[in-house]
């Protein structure tokens, strides 16, 4: 049939016999993939229902037993996790503890207008050293406000100091 300038051919041409690559190589994917398919039928025709059920009933019981030890050994771990997160939270509150072996608290000393820290050491060391055991400012080895908001004369009570 002829359409001015452009004509059309009757021939036919077969991609695959004619040897165009990409199809060849679909061609031989297909033919493996039939021949695998047709091979795996024939072994599930073969098999009576009695033997594949039983295939099946071993499958499953191996998977419960992978189960049941992948659980054993999971809680296995779980325990030695806490045991390893117990032991670590006993040694921090002992580390803290530790720190803490030589901190005082003192409440009732009042707040002085432009108290240096030096002054509070003095006043601290004083305090202590009425109570019957000497102490001296050098004895101290940190003096800390525990509230920066109090102000002098604002009628709060007097603020806790803790000494090191």
Request: aromatic letters at 4%; a positive charge; hydrophobic letters at 30%.
């Amino acid at each position: 049939m002829s359409h001015g300038y452009l004509t059309r051919s009757s021939t036919k041409v077969d991609p695959v016999s004619s040897g165009y690559a990409p199809f060849g190589r679909v061609d031989e994917k297909i033919s493996a993939a039939t021949a695998t398919f047709d091979s795996l039928k024939t072994l599930l025709n073969n098999l009576k229902p009695e033997s594949y059920l039983d295939f099946l009933t071993n499958q499953l019981k191996e998977i419960k037993t992978e189960q049941v030890r992948t659980r054993d050994e999971m809680l296995v771990r779980n325990r030695t996790v806490r045991e390893t997160v117990d032991e670590l939270a006993v040694s921090v509150i002992k580390t803290e503890q530790y720190s803490r072996r030589d901190t005082v608290t003192v409440v009732g000393l009042p707040m002085q207008e432009n108290e240096s820290q030096d002054d509070l050491c003095k006043k601290v060391a004083e305090t202590l050293s009425v109570s019957g055991t000497p102490v001296k400012p050098a004895d101290l080895s940190a003096v800390h406000r525990n509230s920066k908001h109090n102000k002098v004369g604002r009628g709060k009570p007097p603020v806790p100091r803790t000494l090191r």
